[in-house]
């Protein structure tokens, strides 16, 4: 995307069509390496050296809630991560039930 700066929020996918079953991250745009986007944490550690082929701008409500949803998206084949980009407010509705249904915390971790 040509009006990708850099430091902008983004999702990455290692491929276009954006298997979540595939390499993908929420980090910051860091700039172009062979037609390919490089995306960096917080600390400025790349996600992937190879860079990814789809890169999007995204906001912050939309970042967090892919990366809470992990657990219930990341690995698993079904819709791609583009699909839950753009229906963010389902993909909380769903995330919202996995945490009802067996009582954990978003970070996966039991309530006590």
Same mark, same amino acid.
């Given at each position: 995307?040509?009006? !990708? #700066? @850099?430091?902008?929020? %983004? !999702?990455?996918?290692?491929?276009?069509?954006?298997?979540?079953?595939? #390499?993908?991250?929420?980090?910051?745009?860091?700039?172009?390496?062979? @037609?390919?986007?490089? %995306?960096?944490?917080?600390?400025? &550690? #790349?996600?992937?050296?190879?860079?990814?082929?789809?890169? @999007? &701008?995204?906001?912050?409500?939309?970042?967090?809630? $892919? %990366?809470?949803?992990?657990?219930?998206?990341?690995?698993?084949?079904?819709?791609?991560?583009?699909?839950?980009?753009?229906?963010? &407010? $389902? $993909?909380?509705? %769903?995330?919202?039930?996995?945490?009802?249904?067996?009582?954990?915390? #978003?970070?996966?971790?039991?309530?006590?």
């Amino acid at each position: 995307m040509a009006d !990708l #700066q @850099e430091g902008d929020y %983004v !999702l990455a996918t290692k491929y276009g069509d954006g298997d979540p079953c595939d #390499q993908f991250c929420v980090g910051f745009f860091a700039g172009m390496c062979r @037609e390919r986007y490089l %995306v960096v944490d917080g600390d400025g &550690k #790349q996600f992937r050296h190879g860079g990814f082929r789809r890169c @999007e &701008k995204i906001s912050r409500y939309v970042g967090e809630t $892919l %990366v809470r949803a992990i657990p219930h998206i990341g690995d698993r084949s079904g819709r791609s991560l583009w699909y839950w980009r753009r229906h963010i &407010k $389902l $993909l909380k509705a %769903v995330n919202d039930y996995y945490i009802n249904k067996y009582k954990r915390y #978003q970070s996966g971790v039991r309530e006590t």
